[in-house]
């Protein structure tokens, strides 16, 4: 590859929103620096009105950058052969109401110029994947946000895209799906795919992304790498099975002669999304649909 | 390519019908012709009653189509814009002329089914009146040979008078079949209201002057006159001579009549169907909603929805409205106006004159446009031919829409899909 691996490269990205009389009226992004690589996860996070969704749109010529160079798949946004290999989820579900999730994916799939056979296989694997088969034949105005995102992912994952960009992922899905969506990009990344994505939930995109930049008003604040950006190397943990009390007063005496101040014991407890995840399976014993969304990849997928 | 244009005009179809727009139109067309057709009386005849259906039919039709399919193509691309759901098209591998293309077929679809329903109920309509009349009763052969026919009109040209007779040569068209009637329509100019009907002497001659018809006429001085000769008569020449002779009926009854200089003596053949003249009728009125479904999107391109609506909407009166701006600033009028007003000097101020030269230039671009009538036409059984449906496709589709459709593009490309205007 004539990318040498950089998949997505941006230099000093700004875009400056202006009134009817050309007035500027917010710099939503301001110098924006990003150079991703190909098969990593990255987190474009921040707290709302930070300039996530401007970056996005500019990436996907929504928008046009006010200054400043975007690289995408060693085009420009605007290039179709690009669009091609992109896949995207937009903030809100932007899907047309009047048609069922069949013939949302089915549309969009002729957009790909997929082979009709081709698009009815890739339909049917992605509404499986998303556990939506069942709501297959309902229109979509009438499905819940988290359906409706649901069918969002399936269609952005529709051309087996090599660039995967999503706005908030998470946003409007219950834990399992949350669960589920984090689980299905660590293994897309793994064969591959590369992930952008953005949101202000870090605990969803905590666990999942290999580096991330923090932006506020429009700015990057914070960049790198989450291990190195999380890293504390003043401090360890140490993680064992219970003690009983007399093992535990040993262990104790043996630590204060080492440590200047006083150890803090304390037992780690599950957090409440594991509870929850851990509580709803064991009442599921047949699967509902929101849970039918196995862990399973659609096969089209797995290459 | 293919793929994906329709797959977007097939998106537009699915949306127009499950939004309901299109039952509704269906159902309104239907109420309006229904209406039409049980209401009308026309002159109490049969023939009378279907002319006045079909006038009324095609104008309206062509009013609430062209109206509804502005309204579709104006919010097409602009209410996507708008609710974002444009977003998730155009960041696949689109050309913008294939969002327009396919939005614009899949208008035009739409447009096509509705003019086919009332094809279909006119073509009914002609169907049972020509069943419920007496083929052999006046009104029966008026019917079928005025209304429920395609004619072609052949203008006579004036040779000049005679021994007090008006003489016309007229060549005949290639093909005369020896069935029905060939019509003939002439018209006078009357200086006064209510003069009696005058009588005469039309001869239909060869050039050779072999006599092939002759016939005494009652002709009426205002309106236009109709004299049907039957086609058997003609049929061995190529060039026919006409002759009127008025003959003067004592007291209170014309001496002389003067031809309508603006209004030809024609002669009407027939030369098909009505069906297929009413299908190449229906296909100029699909050329005309056609453009507008083109004026509409490239609008909406830029705009949102009601000013989109507004916009094209002033486009076509305006453009509608300068050809009678035109005519009424022509030179004979504004004499006729310092006629009436001696003292006053006319000044023309420089709006007026903007104004006019704007009229002007739209009358001029969109001349070629506005050529095409339709209405009358059909309901006097005059023959729409082919020639002028491929010239109307030509002109209409390829020319202004297709100007519009690389406007519409352009415009897209340009503009932040993600901006609301
Ligand atoms: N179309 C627009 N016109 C004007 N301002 C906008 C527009 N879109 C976004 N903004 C502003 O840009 C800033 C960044 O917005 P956005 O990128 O949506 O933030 P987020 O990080 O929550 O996705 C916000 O202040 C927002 O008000
Ligand atoms: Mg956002």
Redo the contacts with the bound molecule.
Sequence with gaps: MTENNTILDVVKLTKI?RDFWRRP??T?VDGLDLSIRRGEIFGLL?P????????IKMLLGLLHPTEGSISILGGRPSDVAVRKRIGYLP?ASYLYRYLTPRETLSFYGRLFDLPAAERRRRTEELLAMTGLESAADRAVGEFSKGMARRLGLAQALLNAPELLIL?EPTSGLDPMGCRQVKELLRALADQGTTILL?S?LLADVEHICDRVVI?YN?RPRAAGALQDLLATPERMTLDLPALDAAATKRLLAVLREQLACEPELSRPTMNLEEFFVRVVNEAAEDPSPANAAGPHMAPFLKQ | MRNRILGIAGLTIRQAIRSRFVISLFFLLLALLAGFALTIKGDGTAAGRLQMLLSYAMGSVGVVLGIATLWLACGSLSIEIENRRIHLVVVKPVRTIELWLGKWLGIISVAMLLLLVAGLFLGVAGHIARGRSHPDSPDGRALRDRILVARQAVSATRVGSQDGAAHWLLACPAAVSAQGVATLRYRFVAHLRDLPPVTGRWTVRTPDGATLFETDCIASMDGVNQLDIPLAALRSTTALDLIFHLQPAGEGTPQHVTFHPRHDVVLLFPCGTFAGNLMRALLLMFCQVALLAALGLTVGTIFTFPVAMFTASALVLATLFAQFFVFSSAPERSHAHEHHHHDDVTHVTWTETVGEHLAVGLRFAMAPALRYRINGRLAAGETIPWTEVHDCAGILIFCYSGLLCALGCLMLKRREI???V
Excluded at chain 1, 48 to 55: A, L
Aim: glycine share 18%; aromatic share 4%.
């Design positions: 929103f009226t917010v939503a921040g709302n009105g930070s300039g996530k969704s401007t970056t903030e706005d953005t202000h932006m429009g | 993600a901006l609301p």
